[in-house]
């Protein structure tokens, strides 16, 4: 009884306190190993992927296109082409926190340019700017299909999508 | 050295149970059981989101419920998450018999959003077909007599074929998990009442 209580407690602190570190980067730890596993992704930034396969539990009825994104070397500038039916862009942060998201429902003319800023540029002058509450996250865009004849060429048109470093 | 070696393996094990305890409490927040069969989960995507939560949905890129929600079809035989599938990161998954016949009936319209789609995957979660139009179904695609429709989940196509009835298929005797995502619901307030289809046996079984 002796040894017993004071192993226990230490055994039961220290699980506690890895199962503590462990539960805080887990999101960011699972969300980069997916985006590595599923999409190929390996940490390049301001890359805009288009994603071919469907992985496993995604819609099949969306086409998706994913960066990870970086704003410490000034603003971002998104240029979505414009397609004939719904769309939508979102922004999180790296623990998965949306910050941002934008669709055709809402903003029926998504379809052009949105700049995305960091916290380094606060004083940015554009009101319409995505503001990010830290300098790296994640950009999703969504493209509605409905079918092989319609997926082929929204996929076509998501291409013309691009990311750029634009001015502060 | 009995002592040390039976306090640390009960020190594990007790941590473990918490550990189980502790997931499904967070789960718990999450998931709202919709009186139509389905349980949807909720709150994710946000700063308040729990933390195990949010481990769990990280590779979803998951949206807050005002912009999308996923419900998942019910298995009564199943109602919590086995520890393994909790590991996984997998809390939602259920798996419908493969032999069984499923209907979702609803109105049109009735569930105002943007789009919603039904869509059966495989336990592995990958979709049961390579063709879009035979594991998933969109809501514009669904018209029948009086806005009403029926959606028959079953492996092979049920004969005859009436006005407003569509059919969903999975594999022969091969589980399969069926989801419901809505995009942009104009309904407020608790999700478990808010219109969306029904799911039940086809042959007058207990709905899911």
Known sequence: MLTFLPAFVATWGALSAVDRLLTSAAPQWRLRRSLHKNLGLNGATNVLHHVDEITPMAAVDLLYSVAEFDLSEGPLRLHVAPTDDYRALQCATTSTVTFAYRSTNTTPRLGSTTTLVGPRDAEHDDPSALRCPDSRGLLVLRFLVTDAAHRARIDEKRRECRLEIGSR | ?208
């Not at chain 2, 495989?122 to 429709?149: H, I, N, V, Y």
Request: hydrophobic fraction near 40%; proline fraction near 10%; aromatic fraction near 8%.
């Open chain 2, 1 to 208: 050295m009995l002592g040390l070696l039976s306090g640390v393996a009960c020190g594990t094990m007790a941590f473990a149970a918490r550990l189980g305890f502790d997931l499904r409490r967070a789960l718990g927040r999450h998931v709202v059981h919709h009186p139509h069969g389905w349980r949807a989960i909720v709150g994710v995507g946000t700063e308040h989101t729990h933390p195990r939560v949010r481990a769990m949905a990280a590779p979803a890129y998951p949206l807050p419920e005002q912009h999308a929600i996923y419900l998942f079809a019910n298995n009564p035989e199943q109602p919590h998450a086995r520890f393994g599938e909790l590991l996984r990161g997998r809390p939602m998954f259920r798996l419908l018999p493969g032999d069984g016949h499923f209907r979702v009936s609803g109105t049109v319209g009735e569930l105002q959003c943007a789009w919603w789609s039904l869509t059966a995957y495989d336990a592995e979660g990958r979709p049961m077909s390579e063709d879009q139009s035979e594991c998933s179904l969109l809501d514009r695609d669904l018209k029948g007599p009086d806005g009403a429709f029926e959606i028959d989940v079953c492996a092979t196509r049920p004969r005859p074929p009436a006005p407003g009835r569509r059919w969903l298929r999975v594999r022969p005797g091969e589980p399969f998990q069926l989801v419901l995502r809505v995009y942009e619901a104009q309904h407020d307030g608790d999700v478990a009442q808010w219109p969306v289809p029904l799911i039940q046996h086809a042959q007058g079984g207990p709905a899911c």
